[in-house]
């Protein structure tokens, strides 16, 4: 969603040497630190500052003047007021991109000079006069440099002046999208010839969302596809029956062969049969040394392996034919005919504890009978399979919704949201595998982000396009969360950030943690309203 945008400067903090030399050869040198633009004196001695000006300019080069909206914040862009108008052209750009062409006149630039010259002169520190006092302009030219005062005068024109500039695209513009492309050198000459100015600054807004047919989500159609494992009913049973092994102990069978409720440690290899009679080929993803396998858990396998080694006792080998049904989940091997042999290595059966309330305990902490354990599992089973329906419930949706908008997605929102997403990425693989410095740099490097940009963009095209059309739905239905419950989710998520002594910037957890909720409020509203088919698989 957009952010209100508007520009505002912090004061310039001006700071000269006090005692210069009178054969100082200035030469002014620009360059990027921290978000401020520094501008530094040489002379034939020594480096020494002579400069600071505390502006939201940075990322300059040589190329293009770039202006940071972020590190700003949202104020009043009308307060300062010009002594005459300034023009500005308007020109829409592609993935909702807007070009300014500022044009400041010359009464203006002669105001802003004037009052560059009042700063130098009250913080100057002239030979022979007095702070504060007044020095004839060109003594005080010749004391700072020409050039150095026609610099300080472009940058006090544009941080006049870009608020303005600003205006017409007021609330609609995205932060850290500002960014003035004319080169400086350029701007000072046109200052120098013509006592006037000229820029162009090209920033991202909100775009405009069109929905495929208009208002398409009221009328969404979804079918949810369920696994057919999240029957709370059989979880929960299934569950039952782990835990009850678990209390019971493994010991060796010596006088019989494989029975159901056994488990057998088995080599398995497979080989396809081909049906032309050519050589065999061995399956590589059938095929397991050392396998504990567990009968009462057979669905887990191809269909008709577990019948196909019962009673077959240890250091027995058996062989026998396959086939891999159509819904196997490798695609790769559906359908194909395969040889097995499985060798048993070791045969176990379990030696478990009678099924009764005395064990409810062990089962489950706090329950003292068997029912009890079996009505809270299942609760708890019920409540996953809730969550993991309202999830794909969710998914299915925001599916549907990307697909029916029309929007051009700005450039730097797309960036952000990518950026967010492999940010996300890294920090998982890093509390995952513990990358050492080296690891960690080379992964966050631009060209590592920007790889994942180019590689993952059709996917994060599809969440910049679900974000934009559940804000979009937000605002259309007037949906409301209210003041108590982003307060709590923000001292939530910030304890959260404390606990692992992480930083954080409050204003943008209130801003993810608000995107968050208006997300859920969207969701709630279109499964209230939309019409759901669920479908088991």
Same mark, same amino acid.
């Given at each position: 969603m957009a952010t209100p945008i508007s520009i505002q400067f912090n004061p310039s903090i001006l700071s000269f040497p006090s005692n210069p030399s009178q054969s100082i050869n200035t030469k002014a040198q620009f360059f990027q630190s921290n978000d401020k633009l520094l501008l530094k004196q040489k002379n034939n001695s020594s480096s020494r500052q002579f400069l600071q000006q505390q502006v939201s300019l940075h990322q300059l080069s040589s190329a293009r003047f770039v202006v940071s909206a972020a590190a700003t914040g949202v104020v009043d862009t009308v307060e300062d007021k010009l002594p005459a108008d300034i023009h500005v052209t308007e020109t829409q750009e592609p993935n909702s991109r807007v070009r300014l062409t500022v044009e400041i006149p010359t009464v203006v630039c002669e105001d802003c000079y004037r009052s560059i010259i009042k700063e130098f002169m009250k913080r100057s520190k002239v030979p022979g006069f007095r702070p504060g006092k007044n020095v004839p302009e060109d003594i005080l030219l010749g004391f700072i440099g020409k050039q150095n005062v026609q610099k300080a005068a472009v940058e006090a024109i544009l941080k006049r002046t870009l608020p303005h500039a600003m205006s017409s695209v007021t609330g609609k513009a995205f932060e850290d999208s500002i960014r003035i492309v004319t080169k400086f050198e350029d701007m000072e000459k046109t200052y120098l010839s013509t006592n006037t100015l000229r820029y162009d600054v090209v920033v991202d807004v909100a775009p405009e969302i069109k929905w495929k047919p208009d208002d398409a989500y009221k009328n969404l159609k979804v079918v949810v596809e369920l696994d057919s494992d999240m029957d709370a009913q059989r979880v929960s049973e299934k569950e039952f029956i782990k835990r009850h092994k678990s209390l019971g102990a493994l010991k060796i069978v010596?006088?019989?062969?494989?029975?159901?409720?056994?488990?057998?440690?088995?080599?398995?290899?497979?080989?396809?049969i081909e049906q032309d009679g050519s050589d065999a080929k061995s399956i590589p993803a059938a095929e397991s040394k050392g396998f504990n396998f567990d009968t009462e858990?057979?669905?887990?396998?191809?269909?008709?392996?577990?019948?196909?080694?019962?009673?077959? /006792?240890?250091?027995?080998?058996?062989?026998? +034919?396959?086939?891999?049904?159509?819904?196997? /989940?490798?695609?790769?091997?559906?359908?194909?005919?395969?040889?097995?042999?499985?060798d048993c290595k070791e045969l176990f059966y379990r030696d478990l504890p009678e099924l009764n309330d005395s064990i409810a305990e062990k089962l489950l902490p706090g329950c003292s009978s068997i029912e009890e354990v079996?009505?809270?599992?299942? $609760?708890?089973?019920?409540?996953?399979? $809730?969550?993991? /329906?309202? !999830?794909?419930?969710?998914?299915?949706?925001?599916?549907?919704? %990307? /697909?029916?908008v029309d929007v051009e997605? +700005?450039?730097?929102?797309? !960036?952000?949201?990518?950026?967010?997403? %492999?940010?996300?990425?890294?920090?998982?693989?890093?509390?995952?595998?513990?990358?050492?410095?080296? $690891?960690?740099?080379?992964?966050s490097s631009p060209r590592a982000v920007n790889e994942f940009l180019e590689t993952q963009k059709e996917n994060i095209t599809s969440i910049v396009k679900q974000n934009l059309a559940v804000g979009d739905i937000f605002t259309r239905e007037n949906l409301q969360f209210s003041t108590e419950e982003l307060v709590k989710e923000v001292q939530n998520s910030i304890q959260e950030f404390q606990q692992h002594q992480q930083e954080y910037d409050e204003d943008r957890v209130k801003q993810q943690v608000q995107e968050v909720l208006e997300g859920a409020k969207v969701l709630e509203w279109l499964r209230e309203n939309a019409e759901i088919q669920y479908i088991t698989r």
């Open positions: 010596t006088d019989r062969g494989l029975q159901v409720g056994d488990v057998a440690v088995i080599d398995v290899t497979a080989t396809s858990e057979g669905d887990n396998v191809l269909p008709g392996f577990r019948d196909a080694i019962i009673g077959i /006792k240890r250091g027995e080998t058996k062989s026998f +034919p396959l086939v891999f049904p159509d819904s196997w /989940k490798q695609e790769d091997l559906r359908g194909v005919h395969a040889q097995f042999t499985v079996k009505q809270a599992l299942l $609760q708890r089973c019920r409540e996953v399979e $809730q969550a993991a /329906k309202d !999830q794909a419930t969710d998914n299915a949706i925001l599916d549907q919704l %990307y /697909k029916m997605i +700005p450039q730097s929102l797309f !960036q952000e949201q990518g950026r967010e997403l %492999y940010g996300a990425q890294l920090l998982q693989l890093q509390a995952n595998m513990k990358l050492n410095e080296q $690891q960690l740099a080379s992964l």
